[in-house]
C-alpha cells in the first residue's frame, strides 16, 4: 500500500493524540515509506501519519521540496517519537497544511527548536533547527497531537485562501 489518501479536516483522526511508536518492525518501515510516496505525490513539504489515518507518532519532512527553501534544507528526514527540546526566539509564518488544503494562515512560532527522535531503527537523532524547518517541523509534531494550524492561528485577520500555485 505505497500512495494513500491525505485526511482533510474536519476527519475526527486529524484531532487525536498519538501513541509513541514501540515496535522499529517491517509494518513502521513499511508506513516511513508510504509516508515518503504520499508526500511526494504532492506539492508539500511534510506529512504525519496521523494525515494518513495511522495514529503513530511520525512525520516525515523534506524542505528541499520547497525552491525558497531548499539551500538551507537538512533534505528528507523520518522522525519517530519526536519531542521539542529547547525552543528559542519567534517567527511568524504564513502557514497551509495538506490536510486543510483551502487556508493559509499566519501562525507564530518559535524561530529555533531543539529536537529529539529516533531514526526508522529506532537509533537516537538530535537536530538543531531554525527559520522554515524549525516551523516545518512544530507544525508536524503538532499534528501528532491533535493540533492543526487553525488552532494556533492569532489573528483570523491573516486566514486567507489558498492561492492556486502557493506552497507550504
Ligand atoms: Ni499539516
Redesign the pocket.
Known sequence: MPQRPILVYPDPRLKQVCAPVERFDEALQQLAADLRETLLSVPGT?L?AP?IGVLLRLIYIDSSRSPKYAESSSGPLWLVNPQIVERSGAKRFREG???LPQFTANVKRARRIVVTAQDCTGAPLRLDVEGFEAVLLQ??ID?LDGV??IDRVEDLGSTRLREPASDD
Request: aromatic letters at 10%; glycine letters at 10%.
Open positions: 511534510g504525519a494525515q497544511c495538506l490536510s507544525h508536524e499534528h492543526l494550524f
